[in-house]
């Protein structure tokens, strides 16, 4: 019964070792940011974009969303929210971007808004 109970303990410990041995050594994508932002150029098409900064137009700041102050010079522009800058993109009709720009993370904070476990602690005074 022990023999049994050690071989499980090593398969468990040599699987638990393969897990992280992969997520460290697996290339992680980019993750928006300023660094990543900047890295981006009038010319390059939407997927490159992407590509490049490691998603979709979106909020990608944490919970915490940086919001540059409307702006008639945005219109059309497509926007990632990063936590430390904000990237805006107008594409022409074939898809190649036509003007970049990278704006401060600092214009205008929105708290987010508060999870399951901040409303009950709330609620309970803690």
Do not use: N
């Amino acid at each position: 019964m022990k023999m049994r109970l050690r071989l499980w303990l090593l398969i468990a410990a040599v699987l638990l070792i393969a897990v992280v041995v992969t997520a460290v050594l697996l290339p992680s994508r980019p993750r928006p940011c300023r660094k990543t932002y900047e890295q981006v150029h009038v010319g390059m098409t939407r997927e490159e974009v992407e590509t490049t900064v490691g998603g979709p137009p979106g909020d990608y700041a944490d919970g915490k969303i940086w919001l540059h102050w409307f702006s008639a010079k945005f219109f059309g522009y497509k926007g990632w929210y990063g936590p430390d800058a904000e990237l805006r993109v107008l594409f022409d009709a074939e898809g190649h971007a036509i003007d970049v720009v990278v704006l401060d993370g600092d214009r205008w904070l929105i708290p987010p808004k508060p999870g399951i476990r901040e409303w009950v602690r709330d609620r309970l005074g803690l």
